[in-house]
T-cell receptor, first 114, second 112 residues
Framework: EAGVTQSPTHLIKTRGQQATLRCSPI?????VYWYQQALGLGLQFLLWYDEGEERNRGNFPPRFSGRQFPNYSSELNVNALELEDSALYLCASSFRGGLYNEQFFGPGTRLTVL | QQQVKQSPQSLIVQKGGISIINCAYE??????FPWYQQFPGKGPALLIA?????SEKKEGRFTISFNKSAKQFSLHIMDSQPGDSATYFC???????????FGEGTQLTVNP
């Protein structure tokens, strides 16, 4: 069974640009989560999408946004990039019907903002 | 603020030894506690998880111990191997919630 996939692996942008990151969940999973793993800051919850709707978001500014498509894949958009947005962006998916909604992570997209 | 505090930040163990990583939480609504293992350049991989209705869960060389009254839980890695060298994260989640709240991570090095 294929795991969570993310693209691109690496992304280099300059300040002020926009970045788009993509995620494909495990087959059968309807929920997609985005986390930011910045150096020294651990993993921080960004966004949760389920059945095409944004269900919850973490303590991040509105320039972090995303969407979930009918096939449950998702994209994360980061507008007006700032240097501190440089981080590993991780996508996770889960089957929402489970009691504890175990989350399985993809390999991440390394975003570098110059 | 919902936090999970993890210690130690780094840990060096000899091959065959026991690695112990501790986590503490404040939010009593947390009722699912997973541990993730992350190798450099990879995403976190779910290792083992526990619910608060049990005090211990064992899977192979990995054991979670849970102390509900103290709001603490720990990961024990028995017979640690060099291949276990990775960063370990504890996490917590409310059943009704979605987000995982992670600890700061522990970088484990197992020397051969």
């Amino acid at each position: 069974e294929a795991g969570v996939t993310q693209s691109p692996t690496h992304l280099i942008k300059t300040r002020g640009q926009q970045a788009t990151l993509r995620c494909s969940p495990i087959s059968g999973h309807t929920s997609v989560y985005w986390y930011q793993q910045a150096l020294g800051l651990g993993l921080q919850f960004l966004l949760w999408y389920d059945e095409g709707e944004e269900r919850n978001r973490g303590n991040f500014p509105p320039r972090f946004s995303g969407r979930q498509f009918p096939n449950y894949s998702s994209e994360l958009n980061v507008n007006a990039l700032e240097l501190e947005d440089s981080a590993l962006y991780l996508c996770a998916s889960s089957f929402r019907g489970g009691l504890y909604n175990e989350q399985f992570f993809g390999p991440g997209t390394r975003l570098t903002v110059l | 603020q919902q936090q999970v505090k993890q210690s130690p930040q780094s840990l060096i163990v000899q091959k065959g030894g026991i690695s112990i990583i501790n986590c503490a939480y404040e939010n009593t609504a947390f009722d699912y506690f997973p541990w993730y293992q992350q190798f450099p350049g990879k995403g976190p991989a779910l290792l083992i998880a526990i619910r608060p209705d049990v005090s211990e869960k064992k899977e192979g060389r990995f054991t979670i111990s849970f102390n509900k009254s103290a709001k603490q839980f720990s990961l024990h890695i028995m017979d640690s191997q060099p291949g276990d060298s990775a960063t370990y994260f504890c996490a917590a989640k409310e059943t009704s919630g979605s987000r995982l709240t992670f600890g700061e991570g522990t970088q484990l090095t197992v020397n051969p």
